[in-house]
């Protein structure tokens, strides 16, 4: 309702739930239309704006990151998220962070990627949970900053209480799920719980995230007591077709080494020879 009447923001986070089949039917046609009103929603009201809005700066980054409504650019979502930054958008210095980080659509830069993680990760009214994770990793592996393996502990579990916030107060994400699912599995900011683990794994599955798909497959190959070969391989299988290049190699190899299954030479070149296409 809010989306017919013009109301940008909903338009995107129904757009959203079209993408994904989130409360309706899957419909990307359909999505990327309410996307590409979003855009101009968010442009009018921008422009009518007696000062800049960095929110705004920062929603129209995102669609321009992700290909919603308009031609993907990374540099052009850079461009926006830099405008927000600079009007004090929290989740823009996230997302430009990790811009920075990934070297995506400009320059590799960790130490530009750490100061503004720090800047999100920190702040007083909405502390970035997905910040506070990078700076974990960043402090864990000394990336733009010195090792600490005090502060990247107290970043990973700051992390994972912001993650487990934000999963109460937010629609199905997930990129949210994936990453619970993953700390749980690994130990990172909790303790590890793999009941959890696959819990979260398997909501964010649903929502077709491949590397949900991927931690399944090597959660089922672990030792415990819900330990499934043919479940790993089925997990690994369907995010290997959907092209995760891990899956990919990771089929690649448990076909060549016959640890848990008959050896297959042929499937073994296969899913390796596509993994090293898809750069694994």
């Given amino acids: 309702e809010e989306a017919e009447k013009g109301n940008g923001f909903a338009m995107q986070d129904y757009g959203k739930m079209l993408l994904l089949g989130v409360g309706c039917e899957k419909n990307e046609q359909e999505a990327q239309k309410w996307f590409k009103s979003a855009y101009y929603a968010f442009l009018e009201r921008l422009y009518s704006a007696k000062r ?67 800047k999100a990760a ?35 579990q700051s992390a994972y209480e912001g993650f487990l916030e934000l999963e109460i107060n937010n629609m199905a994400d997930d990129r949210l799920y994936y990453r619970l699912g993953s700390m749980n599995m690994n130990g990172i900011g909790t303790e590890t719980n793999f009941l959890k683990a696959r819990d979260y794994f398997e909501k964010a599955a649903q929502l077709d995230n491949t590397d949900a798909m991927y931690g399944l497959g090597l959660l089922y190959l672990k030792d415990w007591e819900k330990k ?53």
């Fill in 52 to 118: 800049p809005s960095g929110y705004l700066q920062y929603r129209i980054g995102k669609l321009f990151a992700m290909g919603y409504g308009v031609k993907q650019s990374y540099y052009i979502a850079s461009s926006w998220y830099q405008e927000a930054v600079d009007n004090k958008s929290v989740p823009a210095a996230y997302s430009l962070g990790s811009m920075y980080r990934r070297g995506k659509g400009i320059p590799q830069n960790d130490y530009y990627a750490f100061e503004l993680f720090t």
């Fill in 122 to 156: 920190t702040d007083y009214k909405r502390p970035n949970a997905y910040a506070q994770f990078e700076l974990g990793q960043m402090y864990k592996e000394g990336s733009g900053t010195t090792i600490d393996e005090e502060k990247s502990r107290e970043w990973y």
């Fill in 228 to 280: 499934d070969i043919s479940k790993a391989i089925w997990y690994l299988t369907e995010a290997a077709n959907k092209g995760n290049d891990f899956a990919q190699y990771m089929l690649g190899k448990i076909f060549y080494q016959g640890k848990s299954v008959q050896i297959n030479m042929e499937y073994a070149i296969y899913w390796l020879e596509k993994a090293q296409q898809n750069g694994n």
